[in-house]
């Protein structure tokens, strides 16, 4: 039932060029210019009308609409928040007719998402779900869905669902920005024939895991890790960082590089693995700063950037490429090293990978 790998987490990470493919099947024409979404049944008076979109949902589903929030921003110029589902429904949330709530969660069953669910559509708000689950709760209570096509996800940590969640939400910020005018035809087009090559790409990334073996190998023993990145980066920084401590029990913080010298400088000590992420090009200069300043205080940096950006090489200790993409799909791409970090430690530790401790595949209860 494992496919011949030792665990139920390793055989989903490489299953992800396949359910990326999945998931993109069909909702894209033919020539590649549109984006086909019949599952949102929206008038076009209403996608013109939608004044704020908000993000609801859980873990690592939360960190899928972290990356939602800067495409849709970038692609739909419609403001986004993001709020964890917990937070949402508790705290008297300003949402109307007017905001079209997205909630994520690969079972469907989360009981916080649930409940978000249910708060945005008393308030008259428009529900679309992201779910991996057909006719979950979350499923048969939205107004649309967006099915990710992962297939049975069993280990715990979430992997497969996150990518495809990332696939649903550019599908949905391309379908928006297609519906509003936002983005000019060329755009769309050429963002839509980049993320239909993605699948390849992220093949090309799984056959490339030997480093990421070898700095696991390497580091396994730290207590203390740090995840840095800037704009879309940062978005999956914190992804990675979840992974790590919830497979391997390593102390893991996230931080937007920006942030490092406003406190979080303090504890970056000899040999303290960073994890620089580094794929945004508009960035990137400012990432070549930030790995400088942890460098100065004798971090070993590994860091994740695209092809063709060899001037990282002079700052880190060792880097990981990533194939070329548009800039704005790069977190499909880049999550995929730090699942697979998070994993090679875990074994290296000897934890449970696929049933960490403490943790159930499906919180249905608050
Ligand atoms: C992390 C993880 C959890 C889930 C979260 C939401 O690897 O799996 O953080 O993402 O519990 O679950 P769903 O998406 O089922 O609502």
Not at 324 to 334: D, N, S, Y
Request: with cysteine.
């Amino acid at each position: 039932e494992k496919g011949g790998y030792e665990h139920f987490m390793l055989k989903e990470i490489h299953e992800q060029p396949r359910v990326i493919r999945d998931t993109l099947k069909g909702r894209i024409s033919h020539q590649g210019d549109k984006v086909i979404l019949d599952e949102i049944n929206l008038t076009p008076q209403q996608i013109k009308g939608i004044k704020k979109i908000i993000v609801t949902a859980c873990g690592t589903a939360y960190h899928a609409g972290l990356v939602g929030k800067y495409i849709i921003e970038q692609l739909v110029r419609i403001p986004v928040e993001v709020d964890i589902a917990s937070e949402f429904r508790y705290r008297d949330p300003i949402v109307d007719k007017d905001t079209l709530v997205v909630v994520v969660s690969q079972s469907g069953e989360t009981a916080d998402t649930l409940a978000a669910l249910r708060e945005a559509r008393r308030r008259g708000a428009r529900v679309v779900a992201i779910t991996n689950v057909i006719a979950s709760s979350v499923a048969r209570e939205a107004d649309d869905i967006i099915y990710t096509w992962a297939g049975p996800e069993i280990s715990v940590a979430s992997t497969k669902a996150y990518t495809t969640q990332l696939v649903a939400l550019y599908l949905l910020a391309l379908y928006l920005a297609q519906e509003r005018n936002t983005l000019a035809a060329g755009n769309i087009t050429e963002i839509l024939n980049e993320l239909k090559a993605i699948y390849t790409k992220a093949q090309e990334v799984l056959d490339n895991e030997q480093p990421i073996k070898e700095f696991a190998e390497k580091y396994h023993q730290a207590e203390d890790t740090f995840f840095i990145g800037r704009g879309l980066d940062y978005a999956v920084a914190l992804e990675g960082s979840l992974k790590l401590k919830e497979i391997s029990y390593i102390h893991a913080e996230a931080y937007a590089a920006g942030e490092l010298k406003h406190g979080t400088l303090a504890l970056i000590v000899e040999n303290i693995p960073v994890i620089a992420l580094a794929t945004q090009k508009s960035l990137f200069e400012k990432m070549v700063s930030n790995i400088k300043e942890v460098k100065a205080r004798d971090a070993s940096v590994i860091a994740l950037a695209m092809e063709g950006h060899t001037e990282v090489e002079k700052v880190a200790d060792q880097v990981i490429y990533i194939p070329k993409t548009h800039q704005v799909l790069a977190p499909i791409l880049t999550v995929i090293p730090l699942q697979l970090l998070a994993y090679y430690m875990s074994v290296c530790r000897g934890c449970d990978v696929d049933k960490p401790r403490n943790l159930a595949k499906s919180v249905t209860v608050e």
